[in-house]
């Protein structure tokens, strides 16, 4: 699989860009986790293009409409949780290999009691991982730091049991995080 080429042995990144971009990594996962759409958008270099599961994504105005349009669902009640990165040399920049998990951790419509600071009780059997992906982000360093200018999400696995009968924006408006406040 071409996404997933063959790694090193040994990376050749320095420490310091290792670290810069795996948080940038995990802080970009925070970004979808608390439904900053703007920070989301500005991860990527306006000419990015994200290979997903839903489709290609090419572009801020894309990525925009996917992300308000076709993404919604993917966050309320759900933590992201970047594991086992690899960060390697890609150019003039570095690739980051990682496993994302997608914890459901409440329905969508609890979600906000969660973010209110509730704590509750489960007999759903949450959290549970709901959705798995592979995945590689070619990052370029820019003047504010790092961008994904390609990201491939691979092969993936749900439990379809934890996804929303009704994955419309607009039935899970109602439940995403806001920023107000923030």
Same mark, same amino acid.
């Given at each position: $699989?071409?996404?997933?080429?063959?790694?090193?042995?040994?990376?050749?990144?320095? =420490?310091?860009d290792?670290?810069? =971009?795996?948080? %940038?990594?995990? &802080?970009?996962?925070?970004?979808?986790?608390?439904?900053?759409?703007? =920070? $989301?958008?500005?991860?990527?270099?306006?000419?990015?293009?994200?290979?997903? %599961?839903?489709?290609?994504? &090419?572009?801020?105005?894309?990525?925009?409409?996917?992300?308000e349009?076709?993404?919604?669902?993917?966050?309320?009640?759900?933590?992201?949780?970047?594991?086992?990165?690899?960060?390697?040399?890609d150019?003039?920049?570095?690739?980051?290999?990682?496993?994302?998990?997608?914890?459901?951790? @409440?329905?969508?419509?609890? =979600?906000?009691?969660?973010? @209110?600071?509730?704590? $509750?009780?489960?007999?759903?059997?949450?959290?549970?991982?709901?959705?798995?992906s592979? $995945?590689?982000?070619?990052? &370029?360093?820019?003047?504010?730091?790092?961008?994904?200018?390609?990201?491939?999400?691979?092969?993936?696995?749900?439990?379809?049991?934890?996804?929303p009968?009704d994955?419309?924006?607009?039935?899970?408006?109602?439940?995403?995080?806001?920023l107000?406040? @923030?």
């Amino acid at each position: $699989m071409a996404a997933f080429a063959p790694i090193s042995r040994q990376g050749a990144v320095n =420490a310091d860009d290792r670290a810069s =971009a795996v948080d %940038f990594v995990n &802080r970009v996962n925070w970004f979808f986790e608390t439904w900053d759409v703007e =920070a $989301m958008i500005d991860a990527f270099l306006p000419d990015a293009v994200a290979y997903h %599961f839903h489709g290609t994504i &090419r572009g801020h105005a894309e990525i925009r409409r996917f992300f308000e349009h076709d993404y919604p669902y993917l966050i309320p009640g759900v933590g992201r949780h970047a594991t086992n990165h690899i960060v390697d040399a890609d150019g003039d920049g570095v690739v980051v290999r990682y496993q994302n998990l997608l914890i459901r951790h @409440a329905a969508p419509e609890d =979600a906000p009691k969660l973010g @209110a600071g509730q704590v $509750m009780h489960s007999d759903s059997g949450l959290p549970a991982i709901w959705l798995y992906s592979p $995945m590689r982000d070619r990052l &370029r360093k820019t003047s504010t730091g790092w961008k994904i200018y390609e990201r491939y999400i691979g092969g993936s696995i749900t439990n379809r049991a934890l996804t929303p009968v009704d994955t419309s924006a607009v039935a899970v408006a109602p439940y995403l995080p806001s920023l107000q406040g @923030a």
